[in-house]
């Protein structure tokens, strides 16, 4: 006799339903992701409209470009030699001046190197009045037991002074007979003199030397003054 097949599944077949449930609760979600990620979550902008954001700005900056550039070739020629004439006369203005100001200089150091010239030359100058006085002084006096080539050698190296003191530009200064002047004289006294205008110089004492306009020793005088006339009591 024949057994009839039970309507209740084993283990075998209780098992394999199972895992069909749980293929077919794992497959939903996967179909949701992929469904949003083609759709986009949150309604956020494809990548796309970045890349036409950044074309518009770079096109309002070549536009910008382009402006600028137009702007620079529509300057107008004579505007453009205007500045460039400006601008060369200001540099000719410049070199002139340069020039005059180094011109000022060079004058300005020759005067200075000469007058350092001439103050030397004036030290040492002083100094040999001295000894041309003392020549001169020495065949003044020299009396009649003097000999004669003695005397002629030393008129010799007196006119050599001389000579020399004239090569340098330096010159006598004059005094008797003309008016006394304090920048050239000394007064060591004064004398009574009806012959001569008051402050005239009657006698000099020292011989005063000059070169050029610089004073290199005062001559010493002895000025006139005037007569005091005595009242009668």
Avoid: C, W
Wanted: overall charge negative; hydrophobic content about 35%.
């Amino acid at each position: 006799m024949a057994r009839k097949k039970s309507g209740k599944a084993g283990p075998k077949g209780r098992k394999k339903k199972r895992d069909e449930a749980n293929v077919t609760e794992n497959s939903g979600p996967v179909k949701e992701e992929a469904s949003g990620s083609a759709t986009g979550s949150g309604g956020d902008p494809p990548v796309a409209t970045e890349e036409a954001e950044d074309g518009i700005d770079s096109s309002e900056d070549s536009s910008a470009a382009t402006e600028t550039a137009t702007e620079t070739v529509e300057i107008p020629l004579e505007e453009r030699l205007e500045r460039a004439e400006r601008d060369a006369a200001a540099a000719a203005d410049r070199a002139l001046r340069t020039l005059a100001e180094f011109d000022n200089y060079r004058r300005r150091m020759q005067r200075e190197l000469q007058s350092a010239r001439d103050r030397s030359a004036a030290e040492v100058l002083t100094e040999t009045l001295d000894v041309v006085d003392n020549f001169d002084r020495a065949l003044e006096h020299a009396g009649e037991g003097v000999p004669e080539a003695f005397l002629e050698g030393m008129r010799l190296v007196a006119r050599g002074l001389h000579d020399l003191l004239e090569r340098r530009g330096v010159a006598r200064i004059e005094t008797v007979g003309t008016p006394f002047d304090p920048e050239l004289h000394d007064a060591l006294t004064s004398q009574p003199s009806e012959d001569v205008e008051p402050n005239t110089i009657l006698t000099e004492i020292q011989s005063g030397y000059r070169m050029g306009d610089r004073v290199l020793r005062p001559a010493k005088v002895i000025v006139a003054r005037i007569v005091e006339v005595e009242k009668d009591p």
